[in-house]
């Protein structure tokens, strides 16, 4: 079946301009999570959906950033007035359900920013 | 808080001797662990996954590893390394949180480099 897909796969943009990045889960995945790859470095984590409410946005670096999502389905991460600091590969992940340690997230290709 | 530490951020091994990628945790509870690999250009993959069940974990592509609570340890292993095993590979410890749900933390990954 199909697994999580992401678009763009690349994306270059602006200092200061508006980016939104996608992510299709996997059908019936409930659970959806952003992460952010910096270059040479470990993922670091965004934010999670479940459904469509987003009970943990710890991890969103700052106001310039936010996600939404429709349902159990799309999420859109947008970053406004873009830094170069933003410059990272977007990696989403959905899971069946994120009430257990168990559940294994799968992981998209992610979409690669950089804000020139 | 959970955490984890991956000992070497390079590691590199002749084609068909052992694989060792080291790991150490910090966890409050008994945590679940993972090892990840991306592959260049590719999306995360699950390798394996210790869940609480035996401590000597099996996973894809021949790799192992051992939880060791005494040590809080998680090192993965691999008898014999293959050209197709360069990679980076990320050691992760869940985080739980209030309602239950968790979210993956990642430690700043290893890669390795296999030399014919």
């Known amino acids: 079946g199909a697994g999580v897909s992401q678009s763009p796969s690349n994306k270059v943009t602006e200092k200061g301009k508006d980016v939104e990045l996608r992510c299709d889960p996997i059908?019936?995945?409930?659970?959806l999570y952003w992460y952010r790859q910096r270059l040479g470095q470990g993922l670091e984590f965004l934010i999670y959906?479940?459904?469509?409410?987003?009970?943990?946005k710890s991890g969103l670096p700052s106001d310039r950033f936010s996600a939404e999502r429709t349902g159990e389905s799309v999420s859109t991460l947008t970053i406004q007035r873009t830094q170069q600091e933003d410059s990272a590969v977007y990696l989403c992940?959905?899971?069946?359900?994120?009430?257990?340690?168990?559940?294994?997230?799968?992981f998209g290709p992610g979409t690669r920013l950089t804000v020139l | 808080a959970q955490s984890v530490t991956q000992l070497d951020s390079h590691v590199s091994v002749s084609e068909g001797t052992p694989v060792l990628l080291r790991c150490n945790y910090s966890?409050?509870?008994?945590?679940?662990l993972f090892w990840y690999v991306q592959h260049p250009n590719k999306g995360l993959q699950l390798l394996l996954k210790?869940?609480?069940?035996?401590?000597l974990v099996k996973g894809i592509n021949g790799f192992e590893a051992e939880f060791k609570k005494s040590e809080t340890s998680f090192h993965l292993t691999k008898p014999s390394a293959h050209m197709s095993d360069a990679a980076e590979y990320f050691c992760?410890?869940?985080?739980?949180?209030?309602?239950?749900?968790?979210?993956?933390?990642f430690g700043a990954g290893t890669r390795l480099a296999v030399h014919p």
């Open positions: 992940a959905s899971s069946l359900e994120a009430e257990s340690s168990y559940n294994e997230q799968f």
């Open positions: 210790y869940t609480s069940a035996a401590t």
């Open positions: 059908s019936g995945h409930t659970a």
């Open positions: 992760v410890v869940t985080q739980m949180f209030s309602g239950g749900y968790n979210k993956l933390i």
């Open positions: 966890s409050s509870y008994s945590p679940s």
């Open positions: 959906f479940q459904g469509n409410s987003a009970p943990d």
